[in-house]
């Protein structure tokens, strides 16, 4: 069974920066495509980065330009490179294949103060 951790989020002012991962276990991950998921306070759950098992990549226009999504096989980890962030940013941040599997992991919570 598929399981994922994700870490890295916290409070930032708006402008900075952070790096979120996520460690995936129970799949083999290098075949899988990948996405960031997040979900802000009274919203569904949005897709803002994905990245595919051949590292292309794909983001929401919202987040374009100032998100990087990587991933590491060897480590079966994949990563969230956050700059210049906006307090619209804030939300809870998943990750999860795309599409997403029906297991998700706790998140992590990411605050933009402004």
């Known amino acids: 069974q598929v399981q994922l951790v994700e870490s890295g989020g916290g409070l930032v002012q708006a402008g900075g920066s952070l790096r979120l991962s996520c460690a995936v276990f129970?799949?083999?991950?290098?075949?899988?495509?990948m996405g960031w998921y997040r979900q802000a306070p009274g919203k569904e759950r949005e897709l803002v980065a994905l990245i595919t098992s051949g590292g292309s990549t794909n983001y929401a226009d919202s987040v374009k330009g100032r998100f990087t999504i990587s991933r590491e096989n060897a480590k079966n980890t994949m990563y969230l490179q956050m700059n210049s962030l906006k307090p619209e940013d804030t939300a809870v941040y998943y990750c999860?294949?795309?599409?997403?599997?029906?297991?998700w992991g706790q998140g992590t919570q990411v605050t933009v103060s402004s």
């Open positions: 129970g799949i083999i991950f290098r075949f899988y495509p």
């Open positions: 999860n294949a795309d599409p997403p599997s029906a297991t």
